[in-house]
């Protein structure tokens, strides 16, 4: 017989995400995110949040490429943060780049990161910051059978207008904010505030932009039983640009903090699969891949997507030296 103490450690420790996801649904518009799309969003929150960046008390690094659709979307992100106290305040500062590849559209943005930080609650809240530049580049290769509304734009009349390279250099800003205590986070973040434009014709009839987006995240570590090896990680991500909406909700689980597997859905689109492996140097390594389920996605873009990531954890310590010595000479 199972003792009955479990089901009330589990009831308790469920209550507040089931609090957090009600809040999250309850303010779901529709939409979808421009930006590149990542499965290991919940071991790489940085990407998502300028205010998680020094969110623990260690330097991090992190490197993720996603082949998505294999091919059709090729995207790869940098990332670096640290933890500083600055007039005995605790702050956050990192810096993070993506590279975006969609056939004849290519986007690097470089953003740097600052966040603010004080005691709330159980735990912490951050509000923060990051400020850059996006460089597109148009690259014009356009044929007649290609529909030019394919890229964004509301016509393919005078085709010849966008075989040409274009490419633009825009600064971007965006804002969030992040709480974490020793169970649970909760972030939202708005970025693209200055909606970056590329034309793609030299009289900039037609052209691109990166929309506003807002996204909301949540998540939770449930322990089973008392002192158990396991520990159980749902998490949601929703991104909105207030017309459509991209949302997907799933569960890592972690064997003695070293061994991670998981399993999600993302809305109308695929199921995801991740494994990691966290190693005692404060090495992380994973891979997720996206099964779609989709049917008109899966004719479009093929099988799914793979995608490969690390994370790197350290601390540099900075040893005394003892500058003190005695003279031979001096008995």
Same mark, same amino acid.
């Given at each position: 017989?199972?003792?009955?103490?479990?089901? %009330?450690?589990?009831?308790?420790?469920?209550?507040? *995400?089931? &609090?957090?996801?009600?809040?999250?649904?309850?303010?779901?518009p +529709?939409c979808?995110s421009?930006?590149?799309?990542f499965?290991?969003?919940?071991?790489?929150? *940085?990407?998502?949040?300028?205010?998680?960046?020094?969110?623990?008390?260690?330097?991090?690094?992190?490197?993720?490429?996603?082949?998505?659709?294999?091919?059709?979307?090729?995207?790869?992100?940098? $990332?670096? @943060?640290?933890?500083?106290? +600055?007039?005995?305040?605790?702050q956050?500062?990192?810096?993070?780049i993506?590279?975006?590849?969609? @056939?004849?559209?290519?986007?690097?943005?470089?953003? &740097?990161?600052?966040?603010?930080?004080?005691?709330?609650?159980?735990?912490?809240?951050?509000?923060?910051?990051?400020?850059?530049?996006?460089?597109?580049?148009?690259?014009?290769?356009?044929?007649?059978?290609?529909?030019?509304?394919?890229?964004?734009?509301?016509?393919?009349?005078?085709?010849?207008?966008?075989?040409?390279?274009?490419?633009?250099?825009?600064?971007?800003?965006?804002?969030g904010?992040?709480?974490?205590?020793?169970?649970?986070?909760?972030?939202?973040?708005?970025?693209?505030?200055?909606?970056?434009? &590329?034309?793609?014709?030299? @009289?900039? !009839?037609?052209?691109?932009? #990166?929309?506003?987006?807002?996204?909301?995240?949540?998540?939770?570590?449930?322990?089973?039983?008392?002192?158990?090896?396991?520990?159980?990680?749902?998490?949601? *991500?929703?991104?909105?640009?207030?017309?459509?909406?991209?949302?997907?909700?799933?569960?890592?689980?972690?064997?003695?903090?070293?061994?991670?597997?998981?399993? $999600?859905?993302?809305?109308?689109?695929? #199921?995801?699969?991740?494994?990691?492996?966290?190693?005692?140097?404060?090495?992380?390594?994973?891979?997720?891949?996206?099964? *779609?389920?989709? %049917?008109?996605?899966?004719?479009?873009?093929?099988?799914?997507?793979?995608?490969?990531?690390?994370?790197?954890?350290?601390? !540099?310590?900075?040893?005394?030296? @003892?500058?003190?010595?005695?003279? !031979?000479?001096?008995?």
């Amino acid at each position: 017989m199972i003792n009955g103490n479990i089901y %009330k450690r589990l009831a308790t420790n469920l209550r507040p *995400l089931v &609090l957090w996801v009600g809040l999250m649904l309850s303010v779901i518009p +529709l939409c979808y995110s421009q930006d590149g799309q990542f499965t290991s969003n919940s071991e790489n929150m *940085l990407l998502i949040n300028p205010a998680y960046a020094g969110n623990n008390d260690q330097m991090n690094a992190y490197a993720i490429h996603k082949n998505q659709y294999f091919g059709i979307f090729q995207t790869t992100a940098l $990332g670096f @943060d640290t933890r500083v106290n +600055l007039f005995g305040k605790e702050q956050g500062v990192g810096i993070t780049i993506f590279q975006d590849a969609y @056939d004849m559209l290519e986007s690097v943005h470089v953003n &740097l990161l600052y966040s603010y930080k004080h005691d709330f609650w159980n735990g912490i809240l951050s509000y923060g910051v990051q400020a850059g530049f996006n460089n597109s580049t148009w690259t014009g290769n356009l044929n007649d059978s290609v529909l030019v509304s394919d890229y964004g734009v509301n016509y393919s009349a005078e085709i010849e207008r966008y075989r040409q390279e274009v490419s633009g250099f825009k600064f971007d800003m965006g804002f969030g904010v992040f709480y974490s205590d020793e169970r649970m986070y909760l972030g939202a973040s708005l970025s693209h505030m200055f909606r970056p434009e &590329l034309p793609v014709t030299e @009289d900039e !009839i037609a052209y691109l932009f #990166l929309q506003r987006t807002l996204s909301l995240t949540a998540g939770y570590t449930l322990i089973p039983v008392r002192h158990s090896d396991y520990e159980i990680k749902p998490s949601m *991500l929703v991104k909105t640009d207030g017309i459509t909406f991209q949302a997907e909700a799933g569960a890592n689980v972690w064997y003695k903090k070293q061994f991670m597997g998981g399993m $999600g859905y993302r809305l109308q689109e695929s #199921l995801f699969f991740l494994a990691g492996w966290q190693m005692k140097n404060g090495l992380f390594v994973g891979t997720a891949y996206d099964l *779609l389920v989709n %049917k008109m996605a899966a004719g479009q873009a093929g099988y799914g997507s793979l995608e490969l990531f690390v994370r790197y954890r350290f601390n !540099i310590e900075v040893e005394k030296r @003892d500058f003190k010595y005695k003279s !031979i000479r001096i008995l």
